[in-house]
């Protein structure tokens, strides 16, 4: 089995400033982790995935994530948030059968001006 | 090219009532899954049918059905409508079997009265 916690429920951030959104996870197999965003009355996004390889995983929008076995945990990075990136951010987990996503509760990100 | 399309968009119905949710998944895609998104929470795995045949099923009631079709189109099925069934329901479209990661279409936002 597999589960995800992302840390926070709303993050707010200035325009400029760094974006960091956690997210831990548990799976009982080598986990593909994702993050995906979710713009109001739309579906999801993938922003960027890890299967194998490489930790340090760049997406588009200039969103990165690592993965750190160590610490359970595949944290989401933004160097510099702009108004647009304000959105539901969901972390999720890929385990035995590499068939479901399991999601975490999701992160609410806002940008103020 | 076209995404993922789902329909309809939106729709009302009553308690005890049945609905027939749509999906279109991208061309060339053979794998659709269904996912149930709760407001204010993350998508819950429902169903994913490879190739025709139901490959995966998350725990929801058996008032919940699926079925893929030849053209590799989807539809959802569910029975006896309970308030609780009130969600987003997003469907998700992929290349292969297994391994992800899915593209996801806007949703069908279902209200039960």
């Known amino acids: 089995a597999q589960s995800v916690t992302q840390l926070g429920s709303h993050v707010s951030v200035s325009e400029g400033a760094l974006v960091l959104l956690r997210c831990n996870y548990s799976s009982s197999v080598p986990p593909y982790l994702f993050w995906y965003v979710q713009y109001p009355n739309q579906g999801l996004q993938l922003l960027l995935k890890?299967?194998?390889?490489?930790?340090l995983v760049k997406g588009i929008n200039g969103f990165e994530a690592e993965f750190k076995k160590s610490e359970t945990s595949f944290h989401l990075t933004k160097p510099s948030a702009h108004m647009s990136d304000a959105a539901e951010y969901f972390c999720?987990?890929?385990?035995?059968?590499?068939?479901?996503?399991?999601f975490g509760s999701g992160t609410r990100l806002q940008v103020q001006p | 090219d076209a995404g993922v399309t789902q329909s309809p968009t939106h729709l009302i119905k009553t308690r005890g009532q049945h609905v027939t949710l749509r999906c279109s998944p991208i061309?060339?895609?053979?794998?659709v899954s269904w996912y149930q998104q709760v407001l204010g929470q993350g998508p819950q795995f429902i169903f994913q049918y490879y190739e025709k045949e139901e490959r995966g099923r998350g725990n929801f009631p058996d008032r919940f059905s699926a079925r893929q079709f030849p053209n590799y189109s989807s539809e959802l099925n569910v029975n006896a409508l309970l308030l609780g069934d009130s969600a987003l329901y997003l469907c998700a479209s992929s290349l292969a079997d297994t391994g992800v990661p899915l593209h996801f279409g806007n949703g069908t936002r279902l209200t039960v009265t």
């Open positions: 061309s060339g895609h053979k794998s």
């Open positions: 890890y299967t194998t390889g490489a930790t």
């Open positions: 999720a987990v890929s385990g035995t059968g590499r068939r479901a996503l399991t």
